[in-house]
T-cell receptor, first 114, second 112 residues
Framework: SQTIHQWPATLVQPVGSPLSLECTVE??????LYWYRQAAGRGLQLLFY??????ISSEVPQNLSASRPQDRQFILSSKKLLLSDSGFYLC?????????????FGEGSRLTVL | TQLLEQSPQFLSIQEGENLTVYCNSS?????LQWYRQEPGEGPVLLVT?????EVKKLKRLTFQFGDARKDSSLHITAAQPGDTGLYLC????????????FGAGTRLFVKA
């Protein structure tokens, strides 16, 4: 069966420090991968999506970046965090056989920037 | 820019009551999903609607896709405390199969 894992689950970082969140999918190949950010109790904002290795589409210009070095690995990074980067970050995947929009989400990574 | 607007933003009801949550947009979507999210967890898919006018039922939950594929509703009959959570609608654009956007969500609280 397919699974998706994110880490770390919780992160507290000072302003100006770097960030690296990792997401790995198991049990499938060539998935579409997504990074979303969620403010407290609100909807999800699409940050990046990827349809293949090295292929990244950015939806929101900001100080975050994403990379897909391997088929089932998706990484969210920042060189210098801002207070506004705090939030709940969710990685998601969709298989080629699912209908568009049928996403499976990871457990989430809660980032607090102080 | 595609946007999905959900209403109401917050709903607090007594156990046994019925409720309807709405998801509206000026854009056409190739498909629309409803998700439910518990605090501290990722959203979980409830249903996908694809055809205009489509109605799907999942136990006490009824989902409808608008004829023009721009809006959707979620109706819960005889709500129970276990229905408490954040309900999110999501849509995938009509021009490509990759970009899925979410509404701001409806937070439902069902009191026993």
């Amino acid at each position: 069966s397919q699974t998706i894992h994110q880490w770390p689950a919780t992160l507290v970082q000072p302003v100006g420090s770097p960030l690296s969140l990792e997401c790995t999918v198991e049990g499938t190949s060539n998935p579409n991968l997504y990074w979303y950010r969620q403010a407290a109790g609100r909807g999800l904002q699409l940050l990046f999506y990827s349809v293949g290795i090295g292929q990244i589409s950015s939806e929101v210009p900001q100080n975050l970046s994403a990379s897909r070095p391997q088929d089932r690995q998706f990484i969210l990074s920042s060189k210098k965090l801002l207070l506004s980067d705090s939030g709940f970050y969710l990685c998601a995947w969709i298989s080629g056989r699912a209908a568009p929009g049928e996403l499976f989400f990871g457990e989430g990574s809660r980032l607090t920037v102080l | 820019t595609q946007l999905l607007e959900q209403s109401p933003q917050f709903l607090s009801i007594q156990e046994g009551e019925n409720l309807t949550v709405y998801c509206n947009s000026s854009s056409v979507f190739s498909s629309l999903q409803w998700y439910r999210q518990e605090p501290g967890e990722g959203p979980v898919l409830l249903v996908t609607v694809v055809t205009g006018g489509e109605v799907k039922k999942l136990k006490r939950l009824t989902f409808q896709f608008g004829d023009a594929r721009k809006d959707s509703s979620l109706h819960i009959t005889a709500a129970q405390p276990g229905d408490t959570g954040l309900y999110l609608c999501a849509g995938t654009g009509n021009t490509g199969g990759f970009k899925t956007i979410f509404g701001a969500g409806t937070r439902l609280f069902v009191k026993a």
